[in-house]
Each structure stands twice: as structure tokens, then as C-alpha cells.
């Protein structure tokens, strides 16, 4: 199947990665792929550029926002969140029509320093905010609740752990389960918390997520849902 | 030893009996006691009034909130979060100065409507203040992410999942940490997330716990930190 990854951040790339070696084709979307694929510099956190990547990777095609959404028969969101809905609406509301799009971006804001804050919170989230923008695709909000490596190698962590899955479309919902099966999820782990404004929840677990990273010193962790 | 409850709602009454059941002494403040002990209908939900309550448990007292926080040696806040603050002034600054305050209140504004939003939230925490409010006592905020009942009873709920302590003061954690241990909670079941701003980070866990309780028709749940 062919699938946009939106971001080619940490996120994107291990989405991407695992999307690749489960058979499926890939293109990354990003805003100026020549720019992006003229950087041979590091990034901040000193992993290798992104043509280093891809060229470990040539199935994977980068592509302008607008044509990898094209491409796509279902999207990934990985973009920061709060370039979200900027880079979905170069990706365009006609090539999104009708399609799956997975939000697993936060919107965190770090422009008051560390720890960043949410925003929108409470009456509004990312998600809801991606679904009204853009009504005629299929949001569902999912894996924004840990890190990127755990998102598609569940087994990282030892014992049950779960994902979350919020969106309005029931199909929607049951094609996500899918990708989070073929990721190695077992499926009783998935939790539905019900429609798209769910996921207010799921993103205000971040900042206890952020708070847990401090104390345990590392992010190999992952939220359980234990239940009598 | 003695401990003022805040508050005569179900946590309160929960944590109250336990106290009592572990050999502790205690007092309930409320604002207006005789008012308390007037009514004898059930409350909002189908509980027995807090007489015939009291009338079974005859060792606890109850008290206007300053008589409590002055018989208290420590204190634990199960008031409404959105009355915290007021009922904690009523306690008394002087009344509470150099005690362990656990609070487990959260700042829930129920004013707009279902789901509750938090309030404050992001850069501030119920706890945090509190403990502005009151820097003579020691505030620990634990047990806000659960259900009463588990609370007192981690066993409710099977396998591992955890209780989060926030505070400034290591000593006034540790004595928490030991009320917990006495309350059932297995100690590495603990987890210390740092100074009282990581309070914001268990109060909002609010809104995915309301989510939760939605999703699974039930509250005997609770969170678990799976780690590598």
C-alpha cells in the first residue's frame, strides 16, 4: 500500500522505515525536498542528514508536501505539531480527500522553554483541530503517547503496554488497528477511547510522559492501562 | 498517629477509614460540621449522609476545618479541587506549618459543562499552589490519578501499576511513601517524579482517566509506567 509520511524528523523516518520493511511504498513529504536533501550536516541531536537516509533507503521517495500526499493512499502525520496544520495544508485538503490520515504529532510549544507547554488543551486538541480543517479525511489520532522507537517495535518494552486510537470514522479506526497489528501491536493492546476529541487525553499525557523521562533518565517506557 | 482528612466526600471517607483501620487517629474537617451532621438524606450519589457514616465509625471526629488541622500532625486534602484553597485558608496557615499536606485533590472545572476541564493547568498546578500558599507546610501530591477505592487497596486492580509522589521536601516524600507502603502499595510501585511542579504532569492525566473510565463503562483501572 502506498502511505505519505508527512515529517522526516526521528518520527517519520522510523514510521517510514517500518512501513518500507513491511512492504508497503513510502514517499516523505516535506516542504522544500531540495533544501532538505542539501543539508550534510547533522541535525541537533547528531543524527546523520536526512540524504544519508535516504540513501540508505532507496525505496523510500522524498517529495514536496502537496505530491507525497498524492502519492499516498492513506497519510502519517509526524510534522511538529505546531507546524501541523501549516504543512497539511501544503499537502493539500484535496489530496487528504477521503483518505486515513494518522495524527501522531503534539502540540507542544517550546517557545516558553523546557517543559513545553500544550497547546490547545482541554476544550480543543491537535487532533480535533487536524479533523475540522480537514473534514473530508479520516483523522485518527494514535502512538503520540511514547516514543518513536516503541511505536513500531511494542516488544522494546517488556510486559503489556497499550495504544490509544481516538477518531470519529469506525473504518478509519479498524484500518489503524491493522497498521498497528502489522507493527507488532497485539491487538488487545489498543485501546479505542472513542472519537476524535479523545484525543485531548491522549495528548495531555504528555507532559507526565516529559516528567517520567526526568525521573527514570531514559524514554524506553511506555504507558499500561491496568484493569480489574 | 493523628491526621487531619480534608473533605468528607468518598475519597475522603476512603482514606479516612483506612487511617482509622491502620490504628491512625483521625479527624474530618469540613466548614461547617454541625451543617454536615444535619443532613440525612443521601447524597448526589445514592451514598449514605456522612452521619451514618460517622455513626459507624465512631473513632473518627468531625471537625471544622482549623480544629482538624490543628489535632492533625499531618494532613490530607480530598477536598473538591476547585474549593481547595479555601477550605485550606479555613484550616489555617499557622495550623498547618511544618506538617506533610498529601494532596490528592485535582483542579477540575466542571463550570462548562462534560468532560471537565483543568484549571489551572500547563505552567501551574493545584499543587504548586497550594504549596505558594502555604510554604510552612510540606505538600506531596500522590494518589490523584486513581480511584478511591484503589487508592487504599492497589490490590483492586491486578498486576504491577503505580502511585506517583510529587514534592519539594525528600522527608515529607518519604513519610508519604510510607503511608502508601501502609495502604498496601508495593514501595518500587513509587514513582518519584521530582518537585511539586511535576504535578501538573499527574493532574493532567485527568483528562485520559476520564476518557478511560468512559471507554472501558468502568473505573477499576489504573495507570502502570511499563519499563525497558
Known sequence: MRFAVFGTGIVGQTIAHKLVSL?????????????????????GYGNPPLSQWLAE????????????AAFGEAAVNTTAGNGSLQALEAAG?????????IDIANPLDF??????????????SLGEQIQR????????????????????DPSLVPGQHN???????????AFVVERLVEFGWP???????????TARGTEMLLPVWLRLWGALGHADFNFHIAVA
Open 23 to 43: 512492504g508497503h511504498e513510502v514517499a516523505m513529504g516535506t516542504r522544500d525536498p531540495e533544501a532538505t536533501l542539501a543539508r550534510t550536516e547533522p541535525d
Open 57 to 68: 533507503r532507496p525505496s523510500v521517495q522524498l517529495m514536496a508536501y502537496a505530491d507525497a
Open 93 to 101: 485538503a484535496g489530496n487528504l480527500a477521503g483518505k486515513v490520515l
Open 111 to 124: 517557545s516558553q522553554g523546557m517543559p513545553p507547554a500544550l497547546n490547545p488543551v482541554n476544550t480543543d
Open 133 to 152: 480543517a480537514f473534514p473530508e479525511t479520516r483523522v485518527v489520532k494514535t502512538l503520540n503517547t511514547m516514543n518513536a522507537a516503541i511505536m513500531v
Open 163 to 173: 495504544a490509544f486510537v481516538s477518531g470519529n470514522d469506525a473504518e478509519a479506526k
Open 187 to 197: 491487538r488487545e493492546a489498543v485501546i479505542d477511547l472513542g472519537d476524535i476529541s
